[in-house]
């Protein structure tokens, strides 16, 4: 998906990672802010929290494949360009490591 200059420039965060992280549990995180802050921390209260109650697995490299993964609602409604520029749908764990 390409985005132009101009959503790029309303978005609330400056993006530092490049890629997705596996960690050594398999687990398949958009970066190593979030991977970080979940694993060693928990989810809290994350807006993503339901997806685990859903499926512990949705992320796990080892029982999914990276496509199912990447196409899973965590990484195509809640790390992506439109959320990173609306102040009520980004994620907290984003906007505390990469806010403008």
Not at 33 to 42: A, K, L, P
Not at 44 to 55: M, W
Not at 61 to 75: A, G, T
Not at 81 to 86: A, G, H, R, S
Request: aromatic fraction near 12%.
């Amino acid at each position: 998906m390409e985005f132009d200059t101009e959503t790029f420039s309303k978005s609330l965060v400056n993006c530092k990672t490049n890629g997705a992280l596996i960690g050594t549990n398999g687990k398949v995180w958009p970066c190593c802010f979030v991977h970080d802050v979940i694993e060693e921390f928990g989810l809290l209260d994350n807006p993503i929290n339901k997806y685990f109650i859903e499926d512990k697995d949705w992320n796990n490299i080892y029982k999914k494949s990276l496509k199912e993964i990447c196409e899973h609602e965590v990484f195509t409604k809640h790390f992506n360009v439109q959320d990173f520029c609306n102040k009520n749908s980004i994620n907290p764990i984003c906007l505390k490591n990469c806010k403008k």
